[in-house]
């Protein structure tokens, strides 16, 4: 691996390596065993997005491997042109992770640069929260992922499209419940099942799409930059609202799923935020090792 760009790019082993380095990278940061695998190595950190999840944790974990980050606080490609930033930092910097708008920056980042380019968040993917997903989904469910459905309740969109490029190469079985005209990128869901071993299923039946999950996700229904499209989303969502009696239709040992920041309220109510099932809160501290295991493969 050079980049993380998508995914869709790995194997299946590449995920499964870097699922188990963050359970052990996990592991030794709760006994306060030191792993500095980048001792006097830095990262760039490009934020274009406002953020806490991202930002605490990349910055944390490559101080954790033993690095230091570099905040840098832009609009790609307005200043100057995005090859021309990253021939700069890749003069000065071990890496570079970038949560942006347009995702074709962050592919221009890895097209100029040397330095490995980790792509933190874009309008199109999230393979980083999805590796972490993955791990706290393995922590409450087993390694065994064939066996398991994943019902994702909301907009087809970054996050959803990432779970659609794993379950591409590993045996996930995932589907979308969303209301009709918000299903997603369809080129990226026809590549997926294109080598899926399990089933990749889209519906707008709550009922049918919850039956037998072991997981239920969502996501906020308007993403940064559709902040116009707000009322129009919460009009065509609210019937998709996880709340308990839409947590009933699935296992009754189904967990519940949320990349965060949460929208209590709209897209989930209190009563599954925090109740015994939701474990959104494990994904988040997994940001920290599941990024630190991308960090440390990619520029170790």
Not at 41 to 61: C, D, H, N, W, Y
Not at 123 to 146: F, N, S, V
Not at 215 to 232: F, H, I, L, N
């Amino acid at each position: 691996m050079k980049d993380l760009i998508s995914l869709a790019d790995c194997t299946a082993d590449q995920i499964l390596g870097l699922l188990d380095l963050a359970d052990e990278l996990k592991a030794k940061q709760h006994a306060g065993e030191p792993h500095r695998m980048l001792a006097g190595k830095s990262l760039a950190m490009i934020f274009e997005k406002p953020s806490l999840r991202t930002r605490v944790t990349f910055q944390t974990g490559i101080f954790q491997l033993g690095g230091q980050g570099v905040l840098i606080d832009t609009t790609l490609g307005k200043r100057e042109s995005v090859p021309d930033v990253a021939r700069n930092l890749d003069r000065w910097v071990d890496g570079i992770m970038a949560r942006t708008f347009s995702h074709h920056h962050v592919i221009e980042l890895a097209e100029y640069a040397e330095a490995p380019v980790i792509n933190a968040l874009t309008d199109l993917l999230h393979p980083c929260q999805i590796l972490a997903d993955t791990q706290a989904l393995r922590e409450h469910k087993g390694h065994d992922l064939d066996s398991l459905k994943l019902a994702f309740v909301g907009d087809g969109n970054n996050v959803y499209h990432s779970w659609v490029n794993l379950a591409a190469k590993l045996p996930l079985n995932v589907t979308l419940v969303c209301p009709e005209g918000y299903e997603g990128d369809g080129a990226i869901l026809a590549a997926a099942r294109a080598t899926a071993k399990g089933r990749l299923d889209v519906t707008h039946d709550l009922e049918e799409g919850l039956r037998d999950a072991d997981a239920v996700y969502t996501d906020v229904w308007a993403s940064m930059g559709q902040e116009e499209e707000t009322a129009v989303r919460e009009k065509a969502f609210a019937p998709y609202q996880v709340n308990g009696a839409v947590m009933a239709l699935a296992k009754p040992d189904a967990v519940f799923m949320h990349c965060l920041p949460a929208h209590r309220g709209s897209e989930v109510t209190d009563e599954v935020m925090d109740g015994p099932r939701c474990i959104a809160f494990d994904e988040a501290e997994n940001r920290l090792h599941a990024q630190k295991a991308v960090m440390a493969t990619l520029m170790g």
